[in-house]
């Protein structure tokens, strides 16, 4: 009996050394991680896409998209349109920014401005209308979302600008409200 019960802690203890291995805990805890994000984001998207959109994470560590509107259709994020990527991104970095403290081991510490630096010259009409509305959405969370732009249609959009203009004796900012 006690040879029986040796072996069974030897096994124990095998399985956890084999388990804890530097290579292998930190590939856990990584997937780990990226799980709660995606759980995070999954619901960001829901509620910025109205509903439609929710991230998946796979196997292998790659996100996926689930189409609500399309039968709960599981498919690659790179299907997404521009201005659903940027939704999906911005997801992304909202839930990141949630999880910030507890990532650092200082729960107080949260994340409660993002600034947003995109391609946003790049996006089609109907994309940029739907960044714009995603952004204008966040002001009721209390977050501070700062977009730096050069495209006119955006900035217009946003509830305070802040303009920066250079010439040969430096920059100045002026703040404008819209």
Known sequence: ARRADADGRRMVAAELGRLLKADRFQRWLVGATLAELAVGASAQLRAMSAGQFSLDLGDGGEFYVVDHTAADERRPVRTLSGGETFQASLAL?????????????NARRAMESIFLDEGFGTL???????VAATIESLATTGRMVGVVTHVRELAERMPVRYRVSRDQRGATVVREVG
Request: charged share 30%; no cysteine; proline share 0%.
């Open 124 to 130: 089609d009409t109907e994309a940029l209308d739907q």
């Open 93 to 105: 970095a909202l839930a990141l920014a949630d999880r910030l403290g507890d990532l650092s081991g």
